[in-house]
């Protein structure tokens, strides 16, 4: 028989998108289809969702359900890769514009700890032996971030499930705390709301109650795992880790290469490849044109696709801006976030016409064509539990600047001299986080780039040859699940 696993999570690409926890669901899932895994994904239902997935069957009414009563179990195909998603569908809690945690306007949804409360528990229902499902149990329930955090204590406390549980950590700075209230809200046993539980600073923390509660930890990263067991990184949660930390795995999370790869991408203008790369020149000319830059093969473009926060560390790249553009380079930013971010890179772009371009918001065709277009990526994060942007860089030859930590240290060899002869090198990394450290890395690859043309070529080809997918990660999940079923 194969493994039954239920994949909990609050978002999915293609079907719903904010950020890289939707591309991990969307494509960590599939692999492990591949595999052999018999694998459901189960989402909220948002417009959006409902509107996208295909041979969409009613499977269930649950009821008696804290703070709404009901909601209905929808089964559906995502068309994409085929996997099976399970949607809880209520109009209450998921039919509403905006996104899936905050309204038109960004301000947050005031009842997210409901919504994802019921996610998480509708999860914990499904492994428990009250499931209506009869026909389909999971042997593993693989919970992500805070929004279905509550599923482990949940199967632990309430459900009685006989299911193992996992969480992976994809960004510990989001816990989902909540007022005290909320635990009742909930049908949450007061009695854990302990220290040794669900309590975070007199709130319940989602969060907290996935990695206390959880059979198996993990994280994106290998270097995440160790960081988020230090008060740098473990955003008030470290001691609890580092009592689990001989449990936390670390995976470093892969791409998809139907999605991301430069020989077949249907939104550039000219594919290429490592043995081909001449395509990525006219990407580039292409790429000029689009965003009403200088036509200039010779001027270093600069990329970045982000969110504009403090966590991506784009403040630090304000200072040295206008210092590289006097320089001779160029700049094509995609992002949103953090207002005065956007304003100032917008007043970056209007007294640098030609040399830079900066579009706010989000745009899926150009951030493929800024990945592939630009010479040179930036991506200075103060914290990266793994990033996929520097992984996307290397797929398609643009190497990344990044600082060392995170998944961003476990995925780029630095160019060094050594690294360089022995032609591992993939990308420049910082030697501390401020403006003056990513000055120097960026300074450093763009003399390679303009005095070492096949030095910088190999640069390219080391990080385009290499297997970035996510076969070797899907295994070690795998391993994973199999191991937690043998410890039962």
Not at 32 to 59: A, C, F, K, M, W
Not at 152 to 174: E, G, Q, R, T
Request: include cysteine.
């Amino acid at each position: 028989m194969s493994l039954k696993v239920l994949f909990a999570s609050s978002e999915v690409f293609p079907l719903i998108k904010t950020g890289g926890l939707a591309d991990v669901s969307g494509s960590l899932p599939s692999a492990l289809q591949n595999l052999g895994v018999d694998i459901r994904v189960i989402l909220p239902g948002y417009p959006s969702v409902l509107e996208q997935l295909t041979d969409i069957q009613h499977l269930a009414i649950l009821d008696n359900l804290p703070a709404v009563n009901e909601v209905e179990l929808l089964l559906g195909t995502i068309a994409e890769n085929q996997v099976k998603a399970i949607v809880v569908k209520s109009a209450l809690l998921y039919e509403r514009g905006g996104g899936p945690y905050a309204d038109a306007n960004g301000q947050e949804w005031q009842d997210n700890g409901v919504r994802f409360g019921i996610l998480s528990k509708v999860a914990a229902i499904l492994s428990s032996p009250n499931t209506p499902i009869k026909d389909w149990q999971p042997d593993i329930v693989h919970c992500n971030d805070w929004q279905t955090g509550l599923t482990p204590a949940y199967m632990k406390l309430v459900d009685h499930s006989s299911a193992k549980s996992i969480i992976s950590l994809h960004n510990m700075a989001f816990q989902g705390c909540y007022p005290y209230e909320m635990l009742a809200t909930l049908d949450l046993p007061a009695s854990a709301f302990l220290m040794e539980g669900l309590e975070y600073y007199g709130q319940l923390s989602f969060l907290k109650a996935g990695i206390y509660y959880a059979d198996a930890i993990t994280t994106v990263s290998p270097g995440y795992a160790q960081e988020i067991q230090t008060e740098a990184f473990g955003f008030g949660l470290q001691g609890l880790l580092a009592s689990r930390g001989h449990e936390i795995i670390g995976i470093l999370n892969g791409i998809e290469p139907e999605e991301w790869n430069p020989e077949t991408d249907s939104y550039l203008p000219k594919n290429y490849s490592h043995s081909k790369l001449a395509g990525k020149k006219q990407v580039k000319k292409a790429l000029q044109q689009k965003l009403r830059l200088n036509i200039d093969a010779n001027a270093p473009l600069l990329g970045i696709v982000s969110r504009l926060t403090d966590q991506k560390g784009l403040d630090l790249f304000l200072p040295i801006a206008q210092n590289l553009l006097d320089a001779g380079c160029q700049l094509a930013l995609l992002g949103s976030g953090d207002n005065e971010l956007e304003i100032a890179f917008r007043d970056l772009a209007t007294h640098n016409l030609g040399k830079a371009s900066v579009t706010i918001g989000y745009n899926e065709p150009l951030s493929h064509q800024i990945m592939a277009g630009s010479d040179l990526f930036i991506m200075p994060s103060r914290f990266e539990p793994c990033g996929l942007n520097q992984l996307y860089g290397l797929a398609y030859g643009t190497p990344p600047v990044v600082n060392r930590t995170g998944g961003l240290a476990d995925s780029i060899v630095d160019a060094t001299a050594e690294t360089i002869a022995n032609k591992t090198a993939t990308g420049f990394i910082m030697e501390e986080v401020s403006s003056t450290a990513l000055l120097n890395a960026t300074q450093r690859a763009l003399t390679l780039y303009r005095t070492e043309p096949k030095v910088w070529r190999q640069l390219q080809k080391n990080g385009m040859s290499q297997n970035l997918s996510w076969d070797k990660s899907a295994l070690e999940y795998l391993d994973l699940y199999q191991s937690l079923l043998e410890s039962k």
